[in-house]
């Protein structure tokens, strides 16, 4: 037998001897450590394989790849706007149904006389501005980051229009497409602000109000993770508005209200994310956050 035969036979029965990972059990970490497969960063009574040999940890998530990789190779990224157009034309076809059914002779004339009520509208323009921005951003995959479109929250009707992974962190943008100047006014005084968000001049803060429901979903759906510590960052961008002479994008209660010129700069920023870190997070919300 040749020498190179017998380091072949050696390798294969040494790999042979090796216990898959995928075969190990998990369990609480006792000191904070580093996952040798995506590099998360595992805090204490985190769950994860334990190496005594080459005092190596691997999350869990890592483990799950091993033993079946082919769920980890293709998400469902989702369609910007999908669930508003759907909403919209739902609304659309009630409206013409009931239309035609209670005035068989003159309903085509009905509707095409009178205006669709604002709320389908509303849900129509939605659809085109979560496109719109969504269009856009996708651009930025090719950089590296993570971006996934139209979430659904589980448990509830609400959703997420788009959701970006990047060096900084989780990124939970809303897309608005409203008329008018946007722009920060304080209701309050010196001592104690009150800044509210105004569009076209009409107070719309609950716009920002809506955004930590949106925000603790993505952090809930992280807390399970070595990634818990990952920052979240909540955005609304609002698209084809005015800004006045000299824009300048604000914040209201840790909402960032700004445009996509604007946004892609702070999605843009730097921050403790790895590139491997992004991919793992990008699929974890994909799954933790299905397509409405």
Partial sequence: ??????????????????????????RPLRYAATCVGCGATLAPRTRAVWNKERREAT????????????????????????SALREGLRRQERRETRTLDAHPRIGKLILALSEEPQTTRAWKQGAIGEQTLGTAIEQLRDE???VLHDRRIPGTKANLDH?????AGVF??????????????????VLNRDWRLYVNGRDQTKLVD???????????????TPFVECPVFAALCFVDSQWGLIPSPFV?????????????????????????QIIELERLLALALPCA
């Avoid at 079946?68 to 999908?82: L, N, T, V």
């Avoid at 209660?253 to 491997?276: A, N, S």
């Fill in 210 to 224: 809506a955004m930590p429901r949106q925000v603790e979903a993505v952090r809930s759906s992280l807390a399970a």
């Fill in 59 to 82: 999350c869990e998530q890592c483990v799950a790849r091993e033993a079946d990789p082919e769920p980890f190779a293709a998400i469902d990224r989702g369609s910007p706007g999908a």
């Fill in 1 to 26: 037998m040749s020498v190179s035969t017998e380091l072949m036979l050696l390798n294969v029965k040494a790999a042979a001897d090796v216990e898959p990972m995928s075969a190990l059990e998990a």
């Fill in 172 to 189: 939970v943008i809303d897309a608005k497409r409203y008329t008018g100047k946007i722009e920060r006014r304080d209701r309050g005084w």
């Fill in 252 to 276: 209201v209660d840790d909402v960032h209200v700004t445009w996509p010129k604007m946004l892609y700069k702070l999605v843009r920023g730097e921050g403790p994310i790895q590139r491997e």
């Fill in 163 to 167: 959701l970006v992974v990047g060096p």
């Fill in 144 to 146: 590296g980051f993570g």
